[in-house]
């Protein structure tokens, strides 16, 4: 089985939304704080956003107040609704736990029209 398995990336012109989805074990959405990253060519890796395993969330500056992370229980995934989408938010993301420690998944790219 497959850790980590996002999905609900795309093609979405400036200020449009989408909303990602990562299906991981029981376990894991339920128990362990989760996040959402993202990477373009060249650069690192950087957190988009996290949810403790309370439920509380945080988000990294760039995208406060437009990005909405949250988990459902009865579809064992986590999720990150994207609105007014930027350019500079086109990247692939990945889902992971807070401490980054299970294998990355494949990602889903994410691509801004302006």
């Known amino acids: 089985q497959v850790p980590l398995v996002e999905s609900g990336g795309g093609l979405v012109q400036a200020g449009g939304s989408l909303r990602l989805s990562c299906a991981a074990s029981?376990?894991?959405?339920?128990?362990?704080?989760m996040g959402w990253y993202r990477q373009v060519p060249g650069k690192p890796r950087e957190t988009v956003a996290i949810i403790s395993a309370g439920g509380t969330p945080t988000y990294a500056g760039a995208v406060k107040g437009r990005f909405t992370i949250s988990r459902d229980n009865n579809k064992n995934t986590v999720d990150l609704q994207m609105n007014s989408l930027k350019p500079e938010d086109t990247a692939v993301y990945y889902c992971?736990?807070?401490?980054?420690?299970?294998?990355w998944g494949q990602g889903t790219q994410v691509t801004v029209s302006s």
């Open positions: 029981k376990t894991l959405v339920r128990v362990t704080a």
């Open positions: 992971n736990t807070a401490l980054k420690s299970v294998s």
